[in-house]
């Protein structure tokens, strides 16, 4: 029965996270209007909204205008359902299970929406790293940073609450300069933008929920997680001769050989990095902050 509850729990989180993906990016308010057709306006039923089962008994389509309906939305109120019954499981009931369950929300819809749009709002992302400081006074990131500095600088036993700020506080610093430091290297050696300030500012929020070391983790994971992804779609661009026609027409005008020219156009193809660093944090919080995990890293050599 709570395993139930955690997905039913899910599934109604995730269609209001839908919502979430669907306006903000067009800054539209996420409360009213109630849910609609995009395209004769026709407001939802209720019985029609019911998350996944309402997608699939009207097979994909607006009941009045025939409109179809991207199967995002079951499948983002199925994935978050899943989520939810991975952090009891993980977490049992108990002060982490609610506070990784807010950030796996956060990440759905900061990895969503940048797959979609190429957009990391501000929306998300600076209310996200309020509540992460705010959370940090009561349940901090379980990382250690604060504390070994206080021991070498202050050699004192700071107050809980401060070295959990702390820990938020340094995680946000870190994943957010280190990102910061990579986009400038990157556009440096190759002459453009590899990432923008929206990834940078996601990395202040993970950074906070997760401290220094998990920070550190989400950014590996998420740029080895990019760059083999990333890699393989552009391969299997050249493949299915994606672009080819504007690299023939080139061709034909003297500017070079036609593969040569083919896979410089489809190596230009950028994967959104948020989704991966969204990914690379869920990774972090299921593989690396559960207790067993921290017990076992905290325990003396």
Known sequence: ?????????????????????????????????SSRCPRCL?????????????????????????????PMYPL???LTGLLFVASYFSFDISQLTFK??????????LAVTDLRVRMLPDAVNWPGFGVALGISLFIPPQDGTAQFLADRIFDRQLPAPLLGLLDAMLGAAFGSMLLLGASALYKAIRGREGMGMGDVKMMAMVGAFLGVRGA??????????????GLALIIA???IRYKRDVAERAARRGMGKVSALH?????????????????GA???????QTPAVLHLLQRPR
């Open 76 to 78: 983002i109120e199925l």
């Open 237 to 239: 661009l050249f493949l």
């Open 42 to 70: 026709t407001p939802i039923k209720p019985y029609d909204n019911v998350p996944i089962l309402g997608w699939l008994w009207l097979r994909g389509k607006c009941r009045s205008c025939a409109l179809p309906i991207s």
């Open 100 to 109: 990784w369950l807010f950030f796996c929300c956060l990440m759905i819809v």
């Open 216 to 229: 550190f983790i989400t950014i590996l994971l998420g740029t080895l997680l990019g760059s083999i992804l």
């Open 1 to 33: 029965m709570v395993i139930f509850f955690f997905f039913l729990f899910g599934i109604v989180i995730g269609s209001f996270l839908n919502v979430c993906i669907s306006r903000i990016p067009e800054g539209l308010s996420i409360v009213a209007p």
């Open 263 to 279: 896979w410089a156009i489809v190596s230009k193809y950028q994967l959104p990095l948020g989704t991966f660093l969204a990914v």
């Open 282 to 288: 869920l990774l972090v919080v299921f593989f690396a």
